[in-house]
């Protein structure tokens, strides 16, 4: 079943390459439309407003995920009242980012995906929210039990932050990679087997001392910049190859 999966995904993409968009020429037919329903006093299509549409995305969604991600973030910010949260917060953002973009991912795994711009769901727009709230939802968990460790046993508020800022970020542009190229969209494994070695190699990093020295600290901030330029990067790349749409049915 996979040859076939892969057969008739090459055949798409031979296809793909051949197909020029015009985007003039799309707008002009749009025009035309609007045209001829105003002439039959027909109404056009009403396009629901932003509240609307979240308002949509959450009724619709798979809130299991979301459950396990609210959990496993309550957990975090109880960690951050805890001593030991300098040692273990790498790992933590680490596996945080790797959840993440599993969030988002669960969206494929659940097929729901094949029905993007078939009949109601929009594809682009459910990823799109998946992605801002299961981001938004790590970060703000990261950032409190940062800041209640901070404040409890006296840290550098600032120098801890970016500690945890740049292993979420580059984990979240591992696993967009795997993503980007399908298999992560096909099958949960990759996925977990990614989060699991990014936590393990920000546990590593996190045991060699000359990394956390002030010296050090240009660096950290160089490589958070960097990553968060990848990560764009790729979501540009990652939303680029769901508008052309997901083989449907192909299982």
Sequence with gaps: MGEKYGDIKELFDKNDKRVIIDNCQKQET??????????????????????????????????????????????????????????????????????????VGNLFFSRMAELGDSCYFNVRQLTAFQMVYSGVISLVALLAA???????????????????????????????TVMITGIGRRNLLPLIAVGIFSALFWGVLSLIPNLYEASALALWGVALIVGIGILTIQSRR?????DKGEIVCAD
């Design 30 to 103: 749009l025009k035309n439309v609007k045209r001829n329903l105003k002439t039959k006093n027909q109404p056009a299509l009403m396009t629901g407003s932003y509240w609307q549409i979240m308002k949509y995305q959450i009724c619709y969604m798979d809130k299991t995920i979301l459950i396990v991600h609210l959990t496993v973030c309550m957990g975090v910010v109880f960690l951050g009242t805890g001593q030991q949260w300098g040692q273990i917060s790498m790992i933590i953002s680490g596996a945080l980012g790797a959840l993440s973009l599993l969030e």
């Design 146 to 176: 940062t800041l209640f460790s901070s404040l409890k046993y006296q840290l550098d508020i600032m120098k801890t932050s970016l500690y945890i800022l740049v292993p979420f970020v580059f984990t979240e542009c591992i696993c967009m």
């Design 238 to 242: 990652f939303f680029s190859a769901l």
